[in-house]
């Protein structure tokens, strides 16, 4: 198992920037493909943004309401997953919560409480 722990949300102003972080305890981290997913008030869990968990070739996946603007990243050495956040809009307010896919990426679009989620941090946009 895996303990996820998110830092980096704040208050910025429409058009700005943030970078989101997630570390991971565990020694089985590079093993995870790992993602982003948010939630608004009254709204589902949604998903952002995923990537491989392959240190040769990596792959990406955003939804297409933040393609362009949000980027995702790891760093294996520092068993951390990023999502630079840069335009953002008062729509991108919500909790982020990082994800680990444990049976990897065949459903990543899909929110499903047996992976394992950490337990966010507030990102609110000012318009």
Known sequence: QVQLVESGGGLVQAGGSLRLSCAASGRTFNNYAMGWFRQAPGKEREFVAAISNSTRFTY????????????????HAKNTVYLQMNSLKPEDTAIYYCVAYPRGLSNYRNYDPSNYW????QVNVSS
């Not at 990406?60 to 760093?75: L, N, Q």
């Not at 950490?118 to 941090?121: E, I, L, N, V």
């Open 60 to 75: 990406t996946y955003y939804a297409d309401s933040v393609k362009g603007r949000f980027a995702i990243s790891r760093d």
């Open 118 to 121: 950490g337990q966010g941090t």
